[in-house]
Each structure stands twice: as C-alpha cells, then as structure tokens.
C-alpha cells in the first residue's frame, strides 16, 4: 500500500509514538525561546507560531489521539500539515550538512524521523476528517463540501436548500441494491458486502478519495436510518484508506 491509502491506514506503535515525542518536545521548547526573542507582528515571529502550533496538534495526536471534543478544526489541521512540510524541508537540508555518523546529523535524522511521523499523523487525521450528515439539516459552514451521495435526489428539497456542492450520484449503491436492501438492518451486514463489490474500481469513490484527501467535506444522504446507509460505508473506506 502506497501514497495516500497508506497515509490514513497508518498506526503508530506506543513505542515509535514515544520515539517522534521526545524529539518534538524539544522542538516545541527550542522554537518557544526562540520566539521570545522577536518582536510579535514580525514574519520570523508568526513562522514561529505556526510552527509551535503545528507541533503541539501533532503531539497530541501522537500521544494520545483526540476525541470529538477537542478534535482540531480542519483549518488548523491544513496549517499544520504546511508547517510541518516546511520545517521537513528545512531539515533535510540541515541533514544533508552533516557527515553521517556525527552528532549534529544524528540529531537531525531523528528530528526528521519525528517530524515525518508528525506529519503523517496529522494527514491521517485529515483524512479521517468526514462527516455524515443528513441532507434535511440545516447546512453549516462546518460542513465544507458537501456531497451527496444517494442515486436519486432527496423528496421535497429545492437545490437551494439542500446546499449540495457536488451530486455524486455514481457512488451510491446500484438500484437494485438500494431496493433489496431498504435499510434493513438484519441485511446490514450483507448490503455492505455487496456494496463494496460493487464500490471496486468506480471511478466515482477514487474522486471521492481525491476530494476527502483535501480535507473538509461532508457525505449528505437522505436516509432517516442514520446508522445504515451508504454513506457509513463510504466514510468506513475513506477512513481505513481501503480499496472498497
């Protein structure tokens, strides 16, 4: 597995977490001072601050996680990813400096083995980053992008209401899937099998992928049964970064 499906299937080992944490905290300490020396409102003072707050969402993501309360807005998580890309570039060259085997490229294969981890942690939780909402509620600028993602469009709900920004109407479950079904729970089960056969090579979930991997979009569905549906599934595949 590759690129960004193995980015959001990416887990951590509590050792290799402890490994990235030792180095970003010292990040964390040495940017801090660092900051304190320059005057606020100057670019070297605010790259500073990005950075430090790039490195503290990561830590916690890295620590311990984050649960729906004090789960870092998508903004902030695209800020961190910038920083973090930045402060990986900054360091390879540092790296590249410094002849192997000394102290000095030693400490700095570590911290970019750090801020690598960082990174990816902060790439998988923007993966992760889904929601599901009903298309009867109201929309919210939480939301980002909203896609539906039903075959046919929603009873009694005008365009303009339904605040849709993309109709993809080719990831939902064939017809007659959708009509067997009938969100039957007892055929939970089943209806995800035959969903993810029929998900494999459908071009329309690899533009779904593409879309989630930028972060910020809501999967709309029209169901009332907000357990079993399509979209479960779909944020299921989006999140373990599988094929279907």
Request: hydrophobic share 40%.
């Amino acid at each position: 597995m590759n690129g960004p499906a193995a980015i959001r299937a990416a887990k951590f080992t509590a050792d290799e977490s402890r490994e990235a944490l030792r180095p970003i905290a010292s990040l964390i300490g040495k940017s801090r001072k660092a900051q304190q020396k320059l005057a606020p409102g100057t670019w070297q003072h605010r790259m500073l601050g990005e950075n430090l707050k790039a490195l503290r969402i990561a830590s916690a993501l890295l620590s311990k996680g984050t649960d729906d309360a004090d789960r870092p807005a998508r903004e902030d998580l695209q800020e961190a990813r910038r920083a973090l890309a930045s402060m990986i570039n900054k360091t390879e060259k540092a790296k590249a400096i410094f002849s192997p085997g000394t102290s000095q490229h030693t400490l700095q294969r570590n911290r970019l083995a750090a801020l690598r981890r960082a990174e990816t942690a902060i790439k998988r939780e923007l993966a992760m980053s889904v929601m599901l909402k009903r298309v009867y509620e109201p929309p919210a600028k939480t939301d980002g992008k909203r896609i539906l993602v039903d075959r046919l469009w929603p009873r009694g709900l005008s365009k303009v209401k339904a605040g849709i920004d993309l109709w993809l109407k080719d990831v939902a479950p064939s017809t007659g899937l959708r009509q067997w079904f009938g969100h039957a729970p007892e055929k939970w089960p089943e209806f995800q099998r035959r969903y993810r056969a029929e998900l494999k090579g459908n071009p329309a979930l690899a533009e779904l992928k593409a879309l989630s991997r930028q972060g910020g979009i809501t999967l709309v569905y029209a169901a009332r049964d907000q357990m079993h549906n399509e979209a479960v599934v779909l944020k299921e595949i989006i999140g373990r970064g599988a094929s279907a």
